[in-house]
Each structure stands twice: as C-alpha cells, then as structure tokens.
Nanobody
C-alpha cells in the first residue's frame, strides 16, 4: 500500500506558477505509474496528467497541455507537477494517485486569482 501526501498549493495570480509535490511512502514507488487529478468547486474529478513508472512517458489533459509538466524522482519517492501560466479555471484541489485508482489523500488547494 502506498501512502501519498500532496503539498505545494497556494494562492497565485493569473499567469503565475506553482510546483506541487507528492510524497510517497509505504511501498515501492517505482512500481507504479502515477497521476495528478483535480477537483474544482462543485465539479467532479478531472484528470490532469499521467507519468509512467520510469518517467520517460507523460500525458496531459487538453486543458493543461503546454502549461503543466509532470515529473518524478524515483530515488526520492516523489512526484511533481510544475504548473505555469496559471488561469483562474485551474483553481481546484489537486490530488496525486496511482494510475487507475481514486485519490485517497487530502489534496492541496490551488487558487488562481488576482
């Protein structure tokens, strides 16, 4: 069982950047492809990005493509999401999860507002 803890959210102005982190513990992180998902107020979960076990293959939702970058450091059991050119519609709680599973953590709040 992998435990995941998200961090790095906050309040940022439109056009700004944030880097989210996800710390994994309790199992072999490198065994899993990982995903970021988000949930905006009053809406369902939206898939954001996925990275394979080695970090060599990534994929992004259309709404974040070209602005967000997913990465991982298997030596540190860490997953990251670099978010640039943030827009108000990126406001949401962001969760990391093993690909194909529902998020279990508390998530980290990202608010994009002037």
């Amino acid at each position: 069982q992998v435990q995941l803890v998200e961090s790095g959210g906050g309040l940022v102005q439109p056009g700004g950047s944030l880097r989210l982190s996800c710390a994994a513990s309790g199992s072999t992180f490198i065994n899993y492809a990982m995903t970021w998902v988000r949930q905006a107020p009053g809406k369902g979960l939206e898939w954001v990005s996925t990275i394979d076990r080695s970090g060599s293959s990534t994929d992004y939702g259309d709404s974040v493509k070209g602005r967000f970058t997913i990465s991982r450091d298997n030596a540190k059991n860490m997953l990251y999401l670099q978010m640039n050119s943030l827009k108000p519609e990126d406001t949401a709680v962001y969760y990391c999860a093993i690909r194909g599973t529902s998020p279990r953590g508390q998530g980290t709040q990202v608010t994009v507002s002037s």
